[in-house]
């Protein structure tokens, strides 16, 4: 069982440095002065989802949901 646990923690580890990485390879969320003039409702404004950024922000809630789940095994006390 010890192996297992080892194991998981080295994929814990890996999912940790990869949500610090996600996470400061996003953008802010402040809209700055293009949300006053309605800048923000062009083609790209819509399809965020589909862009980069979109793609960042999907990895990162599925990263930190594994996050969430492999502590809560690794802080069990059946290894």
Do not use: D
Not at 10 to 27: S, T, Y
Not at 53 to 76: D, H, R, S, W
């Amino acid at each position: 069982m010890e192996i297992l646990r080892t194991i998981l923690l080295i994929i814990f580890i890996i999912i940790c440095l990869a949500l610090v990485i996600l996470v400061l390879m996003q953008e802010g969320k402040s809209a700055g002065l293009g949300a006053i003039s309605g800048a923000a409702e062009t083609y790209w404004g819509k399809n965020k989802g589909r862009s980069m950024e979109g793609t960042l922000v999907k990895v990162t809630k599925y990263l930190a949901v594994g996050f969430i789940l492999l502590a809560a095994i690794l802080n069990l006390n059946v290894f």
